[in-house]
């Protein structure tokens, strides 16, 4: 048995993931829509997702022992979705539903090559608000890592950023969606004693990962992103700001890791894509896990690297993730 297979039955990381739900419709097609242009599609398909929904199940099947703090709405999909978490072993409790509003939907559409564009229709997880998730405190404060995106109101993220670093716990954010102004959407939860550039550095010094892709990382900091080099000037920028490390995912050529002391490029696994829908989630469900095993960061970047490959190798999200064992396979093929 080798290392990895032998960390997963030892011990089972409590991962806390706050995030969306979502009902997803795919749409597979030869190549995406332009503006103004109607295209035949190919099939259509109705599927569990959401980012924090696919983070859950991604950590569950690295072997996480994965609670899930979320908002449905009052419709059709609701049980379906919640159903579909249960099975894959979520804590799904701290799942509440929402009266006279629908689920989250999001309508995904897949070319060819695997490349995909998604609108997202928030519903129910516009509603899980920061006075709601303060009445979580406890959960926050006994997971040994926090996964957090943006597909929930960003004063609901900043305060359970604020709760989990206070408390001293490892938060991974992923930026997805990138909003639109960042990073001041943050900063309205921090010391008002304090002036705005000191609340804004206080609470992203509390972020110990952000991991966007390189579309993202553009959008956070103003750096385009054609070469390594300009990558690792987005994440100095980030850095900069005050978050503690930042994880560029860059598709084939890998993930860009840097943190105020170094900088390194883990190399990717090559794999053919099919779908790169839940790409990003895979990653970081099971660097989550990863990280919360070994304390490792660039071990555990490694170990997300394969877990996304394998991730776009199938169609969908949450049906797409991994089990550890085949995580683990590919994962030793670099030891």
């Not at 919640?82 to 006279?100: F, W, Y």
């Not at 609340?199 to 390189?214: D, M």
């Not at 990863?290 to 999200?317: P, Q, Y």
Request: charged share 15%; net charge negative.
């Amino acid at each position: 048995m080798d290392h990895s297979s032998s960390l997963s039955q030892q011990y089972k990381p409590r991962v806390l993931v706050v995030g969306s739900i979502n009902l997803d419709l795919v749409i597979r097609c030869h190549e995406l829509p332009q503006p103004g242009q109607t295209i035949s599609a190919i099939s259509s398909t109705e599927l569990c997702g959401g980012k924090g929904a696919n983070q859950a199940v991604a950590a569950a099947r690295a072997g996480g022992d994965v609670t899930l703090i979320s908002r449905v709405g009052n419709d059709v999909f609701a049980d379906r979705l919640v159903a579909n978490l249960q099975a894959e072993g979520i804590d799904t409790r701290s799942i509440k539903r929402i009266d006279d509003c629908s689920s989250g939907v999001a309508i995904v559409a897949v070319e060819d090559s695997g490349q995909n564009s998604i609108m997202v229709v928030p519903g129910a997880n516009s509603q899980l608000s920061p006075e709601e998730v303060t009445q979580y405190r406890s959960l926050i404060e006994s997971a040994d890592i926090i996964l957090l995106q943006f597909e929930i109101p960003h004063p609901t993220v900043a305060e359970v950023i604020r709760i989990a670093g206070q408390a001293g716990k490892k938060i991974i954010l992923d930026p997805a969606p990138a909003p639109s102004v960042w990073p001041g959407i943050l900063s309205e939860l921090v010391n008002q004693n304090q002036d705005a550039s000191q609340q804004e550095a206080s609470l992203l010094s509390l972020i110990s990962l952000i991991c966007p892709n390189e579309t993202e990382a553009t959008a956070l900091t103003g750096v385009p992103i054609d070469s390594m080099e300009q990558a690792e000037r987005a994440a100095r920028v980030l850095l900069a700001q005050g978050v503690q490390a930042v994880a560029i995912t860059m598709a084939s050529q890998g993930t860009l890791l840097v943190d105020s002391k170094s900088s390194q490029l883990v190399p990717p696994f090559q794999v053919q894509p099919v779908d790169t829908t839940a790409a990003g989630d895979a990653f970081a469900g099971a660097l989550a896990i990863r990280w919360a095993e070994t304390n490792d960061l660039c071990d555990a970047i490694k170990f997300a690297n394969a877990t996304g490959a394998l991730a776009v190798t199938r169609i969908g999200a949450q049906q797409a993730m991994p089990t550890r064992a085949e995580i683990d396979s590919l994962y030793s093929t670099r030891n």
